[in-house]
Nanobody, 124 residues
Framework: QEQLVESGGGLVQPGGSLRLSCDAS????????RAWFRQAPGKEREAVSA????????YYADSVKGRFTISKDDAKNTMYLQMNSLKTEDTGVYYC?????????????????WGQGTQVTVSS
């Protein structure tokens, strides 16, 4: 069963904004780096952004740099992805994930707990 819950997806016009949330409050294990992935129709899942436990280190895919911002609120066990200047190519299902062992921010194969995903559609 999913222990991460994403929300905030929807339909938005090109140039618009959305903020995704990932609630990890039901996760019973300790977790370390957190990340957002997305999967567009007919494409493989890709890492979009990630953040370390301390928040000092972040990662952004080249395609979203300058437009997306990852953040977290530890008091709420929630991670966010603010997405601005959205493009049609940002369309896809967005998933949040965590590592329950500190393999490292960029060890994208090591994210082992996932949410169910939230659909983001950018279209005019």
């Amino acid at each position: 069963q999913e222990q991460l819950v994403e929300s905030g997806g929807g339909l938005v016009q090109p140039g618009g904004s959305l903020r995704l949330s990932c609630d990890a409050s039901k996760l019973t294990q300790n977790y370390y780096s957190r990340a957002w992935f997305r999967q567009a129709p007919g494409k493989e899942r890709e890492a979009v952004s990630a953040i370390t436990t301390t928040g000092r280190n972040t990662y952004y895919a080249d395609s979203v740099k300058g437009r997306f911002t990852i953040s977290k609120d530890d008091a709420k066990n929630t991670m966010y992805l603010q997405m601005n200047s959205l493009k049609t190519e940002d369309t896809g299902v967005y998933y949040c994930a965590v590592q329950t062992w500190p393999y490292g921010l960029l060890a994208f194969d090591a994210y082992d707990h996932w949410g169910q995903g939230t659909q983001v559609t950018v279209s005019s």
